[in-house]
């Protein structure tokens, strides 16, 4: 797995296939093992980049504050490090944030865009729900219950009940691969001090707005007013699905992205 030097931290990242580039920008907390159930099938069609943030996984964790402007660069330099000179980019919750701030920056580096579970931020948003909120801001307790409360919070209701073996694999990951508070809170800031909402309308290549039906941490409400924002957008909702989607349902989740990026209308 390489590791990249970029803006004077090291990013680790993964590349698998090939064909044209398509990055994957993870959010909160999460390294590119986020993508771990999608990755195979992508890499069928496309050379399929995946990365950890700084932050989180094992790419540097240097101290806060982070903003999405700066996790952008970052995104940007592994890019020219890796020679990709254009590419489809999907981002997920906070990383939407990141892919948002990348393509205004640098619009001729992304061919096609998915925004996955995310908005445009600021005050005019429907909000987190306040039990998503609680799990991301409250971090105390045992570290498998609190685990278990974002995947609860995460999921679709009745997911954790019908798919123990994720549940546990989520776990496993969580307790192997932790964020030190520090930077796990100058990710969540990232987030939360990120507002594209005057700028969002300058993206003008093709765009895919992707929910999951159910997801309790970024309302799909949110889907139609990002889609608004943009002037060549289109939305697509999956049913029964939660927040992290690719994890809930890969084959659908790769369906959607597929049926968007080989779409050549």
């Keep these: 797995m390489p590791r990249v030097r970029v803006n004077d931290i090291e990013m680790a990242c993964a590349v698998s296939?090939?064909?044209?580039?398509?990055?994957?920008?993870?959010g909160v907390g999460y390294g590119r093992w986020f993508w771990h159930k999608?990755?195979?099938?992508?890499?069928e069609h496309f050379q399929v980049v995946t990365f950890d943030n700084r932050g989180a996984?094992?790419?540097?964790?240097?101290?806060?504050?982070?903003?999405?402007?700066?996790?952008?660069?970052?995104?940007?330099?592994?890019?020219?490090?890796?020679?990709?000179?254009?590419?489809?980019?999907?981002?997920?919750?906070?990383?939407?944030?990141?892919a948002q701030e990348l393509v205004l920056a640098r619009p001729y580096l992304v061919e096609k865009l998915i925004l996955a579970s995310t908005t445009y931020g600021g005050p005019n948003v429907i909000p987190i729900t306040p039990e998503a909120l609680e799990v991301l801001t409250k971090r105390d307790g045992?570290?498998?219950e609190l685990v278990r409360r974002g995947i609860q919070v995460a999921c679709a209701p009745g997911f954790a009940e019908r798919h123990p073996d994720v549940v546990q694999e989520l776990i496993q990951y969580r307790l192997t691969n932790p964020v030190p508070p520090e930077q796990y809170q100058a990710q969540v800031m990232a987030g939360a001090t990120h507002n594209a909402e005057s700028r969002i309308g300058?993206?003008?290549?093709?765009?895919?707005?992707?929910?999951?039906?159910?997801?309790?941490?970024?309302?799909?409400?949110?889907?139609?007013?990002?889609?608004?924002?943009?002037?060549?957008a289109r939305v697509k909702i999956l049913p029964n699905v939660g927040h992290v989607f690719p994890i809930e349902d890969p084959?659908?989740?790769?369906?959607?992205?597929?049926?968007?990026?080989?779409?050549?209308?």
Excluded: W
């Excluded at 084959?251 to 209308?265: C, G, M, S």
């Design 17 to 26: 296939g090939s064909g044209f580039p398509l990055v994957l920008i993870t």
């Design 38 to 43: 999608i990755v195979p099938a992508l890499a």
């Design 57 to 98: 996984g094992e790419s540097s964790k240097p101290p806060g504050p982070y903003t999405t402007a700066l996790m952008a660069a970052d995104t940007a330099g592994l890019l020219d490090a890796l020679g990709i000179r254009r590419a489809h980019v999907l981002g997920h919750s906070l990383g939407g944030f990141i």
């Design 142 to 144: 045992d570290p498998v």
């Design 202 to 232: 300058q993206i003008t290549c093709p765009v895919l707005v992707l929910f999951g039906e159910h997801d309790r941490v970024v309302p799909p409400g949110n889907a139609e007013l990002l889609a608004r924002k943009l002037p060549n």
């Design 251 to 265: 084959p659908a989740t790769v369906e959607a992205i597929l049926e968007f990026l080989k779409d050549t209308q």
